[in-house]
């Protein structure tokens, strides 16, 4: 009797815990079903899509030939927000450039001269090797400290950033210089927009919209520092396993890939960039190896003929690019980690 | 690291039932470590539902290590009288301390992730 009862309570235990499991099953997003735009171009993102793998939801697509542009938007608007992660960096390649033209700093500006970094190695480090990932600067800061919070907010789906400027200033202090070849670095990237910013006496985010989103008329772009400057119902996207992600703000990292914006504006800022009308077009000109990949402007990478950048924070991945002697250029926007590269070089021609 | 997860949530469910039968005993020789065993199953299933890239693998897979984690819930119940509520030759305060710090670690690494 009493074996009976143990029996029974032990299969209705069993019954709770496979229910639970059950209720708990992952539930990740699909590419939206809500979809606008040109039906041809529809059909071909879909189509590359089905052989890449990797969480979807909201995608915004943009091929521009000449004068046209052929959108293909999945689950949003051409005015819907998206973190464009590391594309941030042309923004900041364009601010470089800019700062030159403007007599404000030259590619021989070294991070000492603009930066409370005292006698440490990174003080002299020039803008045009943070510019061309050839600084010698490791890809992040590491630490201790940086690699368990970065560890952390991998499995939190949180930003991993968020240090300070005087953070960001030690960070660059105790870090050690490499050889000056191409080593892609988010830090040198934080360090150069942060250094321009003091060249030009102000902070990043208002560099970045007086010079580059106000003259393209970009007026849903901008740059967060932290949560609070998030605008309005600013979107959060998901991580590449489909859990929903923090949004990246990046503190004073924010020159290496915090800005947010649209599809309507990044067409408006690859088609300057494309025409050689933007504000520092210059940056874009490949001055240095980038190793397999081919060569680098100020940030901007060319391969096989296409000048272009990604961008991936937690839950959004990005690519734009261009190319002059065909005239084409392409924007993708996601708002999830899985990455878009392979469907940016594919509208473009480069498989 | 994302697929390992699974590998490892399977593994985890799978000795946690193991644990409950005659076989396995030797994997849960008390009532704590059978507990232990349980949430240590349960965390890992936290992690893997958080970090695996379920959208490339067919979703239905989650509940392979679940129905384990349930055999291992029913074969739990079924053992629980026959155990000591502590390993039997091991110092009392060792097996207490062990299992507070091993219960306290797992319950964090779970708030890391649903925190």
């Known amino acids: 009797m009493k074996r009976n009862r143990t029996v029974l309570v032990a299969a209705a235990a069993a019954l709770v815990a496979l229910v639970a499991g059950a209720a708990a099953i992952p539930r990740p997003p699909g590419l939206s079903s809500e979809v606008s735009g040109d039906d041809a171009l529809i059909a071909e993102v879909r189509g590359r899509l089905a052989d890449m793998p990797g969480v979807r939801d909201r995608l915004s697509v943009a091929v521009i030939d000449g004068d046209e542009v052929r959108t293909a938007i999945f689950g949003a608007t051409d005015a819907t927000e998206y973190e464009i992660g590391s594309v941030t960096k042309t923004v900041t390649g364009s601010l470089f450039a800019e700062a030159i033209d403007r007599g404000e700093v030259t590619t021989n500006t070294t991070l000492g001269d603009l930066l409370d970094l005292g006698d440490s190695p990174a003080a002299s480090v020039t803008l045009e090797e943070l510019a061309t990932h050839s600084s010698g600067l490791p890809r992040l800061p590491v630490s201790f400290g940086t690699v368990v919070s970065s560890i952390v907010a991998g499995y939190r789906a949180s930003d991993p950033y968020g240090s300070s400027l005087a953070e960001l200033e030690a960070q660059a202090r105790g870090a050690a210089v490499g050889e000056k070849e191409f080593l892609y670095s988010n830090l040198g990237f934080a360090l150069l927009g942060q250094a321009l910013a003091s060249a030009a006496g102000t902070d990043y985010p208002t560099l970045a919209a007086e010079r580059v989103f106000e003259p393209l008329d970009m007026d849903d772009s901008y740059v967060p520092t932290a949560p609070a400057e ?32 649209t599809l ?77 590269d392979d469907l940016g070089f594919a509208l473009m021609g480069v498989e | 690291m994302e697929y390992l997860s699974g590998f490892m949530a399977l593994a985890f469910s799978a000795i946690f039932a193991a644990s409950t039968t005659r076989r396995g005993g030797s994997l849960a020789r008390s009532r704590v470590e059978l507990a232990l065993n349980g949430l240590d199953t349960v965390a890992v299933l936290v992690i893997a539902r958080a970090l695996m890239p379920w959208s490339e693998v067919p979703t239905l897979l989650w509940l392979v290590p679940v129905a384990l984690f349930a055999a291992g819930v029913f074969g739990a119940v079924l053992r629980w009288a026959q155990l000591p509520a502590l390993r039997t030759g091991r110092p009392r305060r060792r097996s207490i301390v062990y299992g507070v710090v091993h219960a306290v670690v797992v319950v964090l690494v779970v708030a890391v992730f649903l925190g």
């Open chain 1, 230 to 261: 998030l605008r309005d119902g600013a979107p959060t996207g998901y991580t590449a396993s489909g859990r929903p992600s923090d949004a990246w703000t990046l503190g004073a990292d924010a020159p290496a890939g915090s800005a947010r914006s």
């Open chain 1, 264 to 340: 309507a504006d990044m067409v408006a800022f690859a088609t300057a960039q494309r025409d050689g009308t933007a504000p520092g077009v210059a940056a874009t000109e490949p001055r240095a190896s980038s190793g397999e990949s081919g060569e680098i402007g100020l940030a901007w990478l060319t391969t096989d003929g296409v000048t272009w950048h990604n961008g991936a924070t937690g839950g959004f991945t990005s690519w734009i690019g261009f190319d002059r002697d065909s005239g084409r250029a392409v924007v993708v926007l996601n708002d999830t980690a899985a990455n878009v």
